[in-house]
């Protein structure tokens, strides 16, 4: 069965300061990986997605993730911060033998302070 | 063009009513999901639909929960005999066609606060 640990809960960030979402994931397959966001009062966001091949994937918006298989990671960083970035961000997993379906971690609210 | 949309967006229940949540997807996607999101959590998966076709509802707690889409497009989520337990954010999403590796859209979810 799929797993997703988001570590931190709360990660409080200066602004202009760099950040690191941590996730870690459980799957016995090969999977496809995803972090969506969410802003105050909003839905769910896909921010980015790892499906195969470059190992580091990109968002418009300056987020970046590495997927490291050997340590079953997806980490989230942006190397500078913007007041508008705070919002929490959710690390999900879903993989051919679960279905279609996605697998969500717990969660890390990303608070960026002036 | 319209995002998923669902309705109502706030529900206040006594324990013991029968609620339905509704989810208009974005309209030609063939994956409808439904997720429960508790307070402070991740959303877990309930029930997937390709199609009309109601393909996994493992994830449905109880036999209290039941959720159909008739007609390929919108869909309904209802709760019978609503518990305090049950109090959480619904949230319907829907992808363009069917895989793992399709990205799903998010409406802005169904509050449900069971009295």
């Known amino acids: 069965a799929q797993s997703v640990t988001q570590l931190d809960s709360q990660v409080p960030v200066f602004e202009e300061a760099p950040v690191e979402l941590r996730c870690n994931y459980s799957?016995?397959?090969?999977?496809?990986l995803f972090w969506y966001v969410q802003y105050p009062n909003q839905g769910l966001q896909l921010l980015l997605k790892?499906?195969?091949?470059?190992?580091l994937v990109e968002s418009i918006n300056g987020f970046e993730a590495e997927f490291n298989k050997s340590q079953t990671s997806f980490h989230l960083r942006k190397p500078s911060v913007h007041i508008s970035d705070t919002a929490e961000y959710f690390c999900a997993v879903s993989d051919r033998a679960a279905g279609n379906k996605l697998t969500f971690g717990g969660g890390t609210r990303v608070l960026v302070k002036p | 063009g319209a995002g998923v949309s669902q309705s109502p967006r706030y529900k206040v229940a006594k324990r013991g009513q029968d609620v339905a949540l509704r989810c208009d997807p974005i309209?030609?996607?063939?994956?409808l999901f439904w997720y429960q999101q508790a307070l402070g959590q991740g959303p877990e998966f309930l029930t997937y639909?390709?199609?009309?076709?109601?393909?996994?509802k493992s994830g449905l707690p109880s036999d209290r929960f039941f959720a159909e889409r008739p007609e390929g497009s919108v869909s309904t989520l209802k709760i019978q005999r609503t518990q305090q337990e049950d109090s959480a954010v619904y949230l319907c999403?829907?992808?363009?066609?069917?895989?793992?590796?399709?990205?799903?859209?998010f409406g802005p979810g169904t509050r449900l606060l069971v009295l």
């Open positions: 309209s030609g996607h063939v994956s």
């Open positions: 799957s016995s397959v090969s999977v496809y």
């Open positions: 999403a829907s992808s363009t066609l069917t895989g793992p590796q399709e990205t799903q859209y």
């Open positions: 639909f390709q199609n009309e076709a109601q393909l996994d």
């Open positions: 790892y499906l195969s091949g470059s190992t």
